[in-house]
T-cell receptor
């Protein structure tokens, strides 16, 4: 079992729709969670961080965390063609032995069709 | 504020050679983490440096090493290059405030081993 799992996709949504990206993690003690966006040939760009159960909204993006279910998701409202990219879920397990160490899922490719 | 910078952006080496990659973190950031990204394995943690000390290391052979200087700039070195070392090498910096810290990625160095 991988430590962080994502559906590789591609996830295809029409322009203006809501895109829902999901991620599960195996270590129940994980403490911090991040979503990065990566365009082809570019480096990962931070979208959201979330540390507590519940929802966190930033513009068109909402991150949701459920530690009991070991599940984190990213919702993109009013999806635009420019949102087409690979979305990476990253987890830090916390503690001194994991400082600076993010564990990434394989990423979900999102395609937003005009 | 300038972002994370990495040099060089592209490198071509042959098997058996060694290579040094450089990373300058965001001003004021004290922690630097290095990652390897390949199509097959995704993003994998190499090591993390803080205050010129390696705090954490991923599951990579000893051919991969790094260091950090007093100005927080970091270098990583790969000796005796193998074909499988061809990858995008990313560094990320964070503030290191004692809690969960967001990592910001540089543009990466694309290494091709022939």
């Amino acid at each position: 079992q991988k430590e962080v799992e994502q559906n590789s996709g591609p996830l295809s949504v029409p322009e203006g729709a809501i895109a829902s990206l999901n991620c599960t993690y195996s270590d129940r003690g994980s403490q911090s969670f991040f979503w990065y966006r990566q365009y082809s040939g570019k480096s990962p760009e931070l979208i959201m961080s979330i540390y507590s159960n519940g929802d966190k909204e930033d513009g068109r993006f909402t991150a949701q965390l459920n530690k009991a279910s070991q599940y984190v998701s990213l919702l993109i409202r009013d999806s635009q063609p420019s949102d087409s990219a690979t979305y990476l879920c990253a987890v830090n397990k916390g503690g001194s032995s994991n400082t600076g160490k993010l564990i990434f899922g394989q990423g979900t490719t999102l395609q937003v069709k005009p | 504020k300038a972002g994370v910078t990495q040099t060089p952006r592209y490198l071509i080496k042959t098997r058996g050679q060694q290579v040094t990659l450089s990373c300058s973190p965001i001003s004021g950031h004290r922690s630097v983490s290095w990652y390897q990204q390949t199509p097959g394995q995704g993003l994998q943690f190499l090591f993390e440096y803080f205050s010129e000390t390696q705090r954490n290391k991923g599951n990579f052979p000893g051919r991969f090493s790094g260091r950090q200087f007093s100005n927080s700039r970091s270098e990583m070195n790969v000796s005796t290059l193998e074909l499988g070392d061809s990858a995008l090498y990313l560094c990320a910096s964070s503030l290191e405030r004692g809690g969960p810290d967001t990592q910001y990625f540089g543009p990466g160095t694309r290494l091709t081993v022939l």
